[in-house]
């Protein structure tokens, strides 16, 4: 019996997108996870197999763009016996609003997942006005 807590395979999914690519290969889409506080906007990106010298990372009229490449893993000497994780590349886009403010945004990757911080631009952050008598 299966408990529905378990941690559950989930296979990498391509990129179902229109655009026609100009290089080979297959690209997959990164699964993210995004929270917000009233200060900021984080996502998670999981792309493992890619290092962060391979993360490209484009912010061009409010689209964020995140690619990344998977390299394969064996040497020039060595010839494949069985292989599950598969190579590629993954790519992703987000639009952004004028909520955040696009000149602090902070990218980290850490353990496969690329961390991207969107900080909220002042205008954005919900402050509290004090009430005063008289």
Do not use: C
């Given at each position: 019996?299966?408990d529905?807590?378990?941690?559950?395979?989930?296979?990498?999914?391509?990129?179902?997108s229109?655009?026609?690519?100009?290089?080979?290969?297959?690209?997959?889409?990164?699964?993210?996870?995004?929270?917000?506080?009233?200060?900021?906007?984080?996502?998670?990106?999981?792309?493992?197999?890619?290092?962060?010298?391979?993360?490209?990372?484009?912010?061009?009229?409010?689209?964020?763009?995140i690619?990344?490449?998977?390299?394969?893993?064996?040497?020039?000497?060595?010839s494949?016996?069985?292989?599950?994780?598969e190579?590629?590349r993954y790519?992703?886009?987000?639009?952004?609003?004028?909520?955040i403010?696009?000149?602090?945004?902070?990218?980290?990757?850490?353990n496969?997942?690329?961390?991207?911080n969107l900080?909220?631009?002042?205008?954005?952050i919900?402050?509290?006005?004090?009430v005063?008598?008289?």
């Amino acid at each position: 019996m299966t408990d529905s807590n378990e941690l559950q395979v989930k296979d990498k999914q391509e990129v179902a997108s229109p655009a026609e690519q100009t290089r080979p290969g297959v690209v997959f889409t990164p699964d993210v996870d995004i929270f917000e506080d009233e200060r900021q906007i984080t996502l998670l990106a999981d792309m493992p197999g890619v290092g962060p010298d391979d993360i490209t990372i484009d912010l061009n009229d409010n689209v964020l763009s995140i690619s990344g490449e998977v390299k394969p893993f064996e040497g020039g000497e060595e010839s494949d016996v069985l292989i599950e994780f598969e190579i590629g590349r993954y790519f992703r886009q987000f639009t952004l609003s004028e909520v955040i403010d696009q000149a602090k945004i902070e990218a980290r990757h850490e353990n496969g997942v690329l961390r991207l911080n969107l900080p909220k631009a002042e205008k954005a952050i919900p402050r509290q006005i004090t009430v005063t008598a008289g």
